[in-house]
């Protein structure tokens, strides 16, 4: 499973929120991008990462916008 949140325009925390719900619903080894503009989701969906335990892939930046890569191991 692989999807992408498109999470521009909201505010810290809610990328950490929605990408963690997505997550936590998702089978073992499922992968999600998470779109964000908020400077803080750079910061807060990694730290999500680390408290509950999902891998974080990768980040780019494109502009004003991060793609984070995440999976569920």
Same mark, same amino acid.
């Given at each position: 499973?692989?999807? @992408?949140?498109?999470?521009?325009?909201?505010?810290?925390?809610?990328?950490?929120?929605?990408?963690?719900?997505?997550?936590?619903?998702?089978?073992?080894?499922?992968?999600?991008?998470?779109? @964000?503009?908020?400077?803080?989701?750079?910061?807060?969906?990694?730290?999500?990462?680390?408290?509950?335990?999902?891998?974080?892939?990768?980040?780019?930046?494109?502009?004003?916008?991060?793609?984070?890569?995440?999976?569920?191991?």
């Amino acid at each position: 499973m692989s999807e @992408t949140l498109d999470l521009t325009g909201l505010k810290c925390p809610m990328p950490a929120l929605l990408a963690r719900r997505y997550l936590m619903r998702a089978p073992a080894g499922a992968k999600v991008e998470v779109l @964000t503009d908020d400077p803080m989701g750079v910061i807060d969906v990694p730290h999500m990462c680390r408290s509950e335990g999902f891998e974080l892939l990768d980040i780019q930046r494109e502009g004003s916008v991060a793609r984070l890569t995440l999976r569920k191991p």
